[in-house]
């Protein structure tokens, strides 16, 4: 099985900043499925939704996914809605180790509003964002490792993260 960390988990949860920082420690090449949409479509993901709507962006990516396939050894940060299609966590799992980073709905809202520009906050109410993330936390539960970043920085967060993976490597062998 090829040897990729895949982060997942909502909006606000630090997947970019933790991914990077985890990367950085373990020498590895970091990896972000938005970034790839947006290098592919030459766009913004708010510009993507606005202009062919979140279907067209599902079917991104899909084709994230697809080339994600190539990848060995990377640290990958998903879009937080990447994981929460049928078949999408199988195939997360078969690239590597999933990391769901998990926290509050409280702060992974507040860290997600203030962050800006994301689009499946437009216009929902903050019960409809709770309802969205409660529809989502049985696809990241697929996930093989669970870190709750409730109350922790980044930092801590990856060293949390780098030592599941010692763990999880230690039980391998
Ligand atoms: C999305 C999350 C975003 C991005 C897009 C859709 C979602 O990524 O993929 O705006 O459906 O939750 P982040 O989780 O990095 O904000």
Not at 28 to 37: A, L, N, S
Not at 85 to 93: I, N, P, Q
Not at 99 to 123: I, K, T
């Amino acid at each position: 099985m090829p040897d990729n960390v895949i982060l997942v988990g909502f909006m606000g949860a630090g997947k970019s900043t933790v991914g990077r920082l985890v990367a950085r420690r373990l020498g590895r090449c970091f990896v972000e499925t938005d970034d790839m949409i947006t290098a592919q479509e030459g766009r913004s993901i708010p510009e993507i939704f606005a202009e062919r709507g979140e279907a067209h962006f599902r079917a991104l990516e899909d084709e994230a996914v697809a080339l994600l396939a190539l990848k060995h050894g990377d640290v990958i940060a998903t879009g937080g809605g990447l994981p929460c299609h049928e078949g999408r966590a199988e195939a997360l799992r078969a690239l590597g180790t999933v990391v769901w980073l998990s926290g509050d709905f409280d702060s992974l809202y507040a860290r997600a509003l203030a962050a800006g520009e994301r689009p499946m906050l437009a216009g929902r109410r903050r019960d409809e964002v709770q309802a969205l993330y409660e529809s989502r936390v049985p696809y990241y539960r697929r996930a093989h490792v669970i870190v709750d970043t409730a109350g922790l920085g980044a930092d801590q967060v990856a060293a949390r993260v780098c030592q599941a993976l010692r763990g999880r490597e230690r039980e391998a062998s």
